[in-house]
């Protein structure tokens, strides 16, 4: 009985150790270095930023982003994509002359960026964001009886800021603030503008 007590003690002792041992080495040193992946999911908001009559539409947001991060010790420096997809839509009124409509259905988004974080603790950092993004869009274009359709990809830029905060020495959670711009749609001179408000849960490497 003696010897299993003790055993059970050392086991425990063990666990409780674990913890620590975890954040020992160059993991705890640079916690948010490495590889990482990630799933996201919130809000989005698509509107036309031109002279006409515009009307943006709230939709969601979803998809995933795979990443590198190298921390130098409070700084982080970072390189990511995603792919994303959205329920989004903008319509746009007297846009290019009285009684026109000029709409653009969202659909998937690819961006190619990168980001500077600055770690104000060991489970915490905050970051900024910038790079290129292409989105593809349904638009349509009414004008009395002539309608037009097509679908056409938007080159555009975003900038962003967001916060990210490890819950275990490999995964955590964050949250993030986006702007995107797109200057012409389908040859046509429009300010097409994006807001998302996101949440993602990822794991690193």
Do not use: C, W
Request: net charge negative.
């Amino acid at each position: 009985m003696r010897t299993l007590v003790l055993a059970t003690t050392a086991l425990a002792a063990g666990i409780a150790a674990l913890p620590a041992a975890a954040q020992t080495g160059p993991a705890a040193a640079a916690p948010f270095t490495g590889p990482r992946v990630e799933a996201l999911a919130g809000y989005d908001n698509l509107q036309d930023g031109g002279d006409g009559d515009s009307e943006g539409r709230d939709g969601f947001l979803y998809g995933g982003a795979i990443g590198y991060d190298v921390q130098a010790g409070g700084v982080v420096l970072g390189a990511e994509a995603e792919l994303t997809d959205s329920t989004s839509r903008a319509r746009s009124y007297n846009a290019f002359a009285p009684g026109d409509r000029f709409s653009v259905n969202a659909g998937r988004d690819i961006f190619l960026g990168g980001r500077v974080g600055y770690v104000i603790s060991p489970l915490a950092m905050i970051y900024a964001k910038g790079g290129y993004t292409n989105a593809r869009v349904e638009s349509r274009y009414t004008a009395g009886n002539t309608e037009f359709r097509d679908h056409t990809n938007l080159d555009g830029f975003r900038v962003g800021a967001g916060l990210e905060y490890n819950i275990t020495p490999t995964a955590y959670v964050k949250g993030e603030y986006r702007y995107s711009h797109y200057s012409e749609v389908d040859g046509f001179d429009i300010d097409l503008d994006r807001h998302q408000l996101l949440g993602g849960i990822g794991i690193r490497f």
